[in-house]
């Protein structure tokens, strides 16, 4: 049995030496996870490309096989997840407690089950991360939600709406989107967040049919359609590892190439260059 290398104490690192060549960042995790989590929109096929292997990805994987999906990797940083047999609204318990962006399933399985039953997800605690703005924007969509140590969220039918969430969170944004996407009607989404992950998610939605305005913006205003179809998507490159590599070249002097980075997704680093 091989085994694995040992993690050094300490690294000894010797400076001023310019960094050169070209080099190809990892896709987004922060993008992978609710994309993954939102292929349950569509009972056809999707392919994912630039997908990092993390086990976060893996336990969406697995939280996604569990409730019946067909979820595997096709390659090193390929994965094919289709969810036409997905047949329950109950993510397991043991897999959420892995990680908190299991609760990204949430908005999905409401929008196509009517109900989703989720438990308190698991996780680093790093400041406050509530849950309100998920359930306030649940419930200006037409669910009804109740908590007896899980989340009981469910709807006779999601109507599109007006919702403001109280602070710009990411996994809220995406929630609400990913519900609203197949909901009758207009929402228009305030106060919502816009990093780069979140942009990726609602161009992948789009890709797949979805009608979604003001992408790139706080203001998001979506037209529910009735179904969305399958395809595929190349998860985006990771802007904090992208703006990692940009410092290390500069701080050293070096001329280095960053492959397949989208300078839109820079835009917050921009003024430092």
Not at 234 to 240: K, L, P, R
């Amino acid at each position: 049995m091989a085994v694995a290398p040992a993690v050094a104490d300490a690294f000894a690192i010797e400076g001023s030496r310019p960094l050169s060549g070209s080099i190809r960042v990892a896709g987004n995790k922060n993008g992978a996870l609710p994309i993954l989590a939102a292929t349950l929109l569509t009972a056809e096929p999707v392919s994912l490309t630039n997908v990092p292997r993390i086990r976060d990805v893996d336990t969406m994987l697995d939280l996604l096989s569990d409730l019946g999906a067909d979820a595997t990797w096709t390659g090193p940083n390929e994965v094919r997840v289709h969810t036409a047999n997905v047949s329950k609204s109950s993510p397991d318990p043991r897999l959420c407690a892995r990680m908190r962006a299991s609760f990204l399933l949430a908005g999905p399985l409401l929008a196509r089950f009517g109900q989703a039953t989720m438990p308190p997800p698991g996780g680093d605690v790093i400041g406050r991360r509530r849950l309100d703005p998920h359930m306030h924007a649940f419930a200006e969509l037409g669910a009804e939600i109740e908590f007896d140590g899980t989340y009981d969220v469910r709807t006779d039918g999601l109507q599109g709406a007006q919702v403001f969430l109280d602070e710009a969170s990411v996994m809220a944004t995406e929630n609400t989107v990913m519900a609203a996407v197949l909901s009758p009607g207009e929402t228009v989404l305030g106060n919502a967040a816009c990093e780069p992950h979140v942009q990726d998610l609602c161009r992948f939605l789009a890709s797949l049919g979805a009608q979604i305005d003001g992408i790139e913006s706080n203001v998001l205003r979506i037209n529910g359609v009735q179904s969305l179809a399958g395809g595929s998507w190349t998860i985006g490159a990771d802007h904090i590892e992208v703006g990692s590599f940009i410092g290390m070249a500069a701080i050293t002097g070096g001329d280095v190439t960053i492959e397949e980075a989208d300078p839109k997704d820079l835009v917050s680093i921009r003024p430092a260059f």
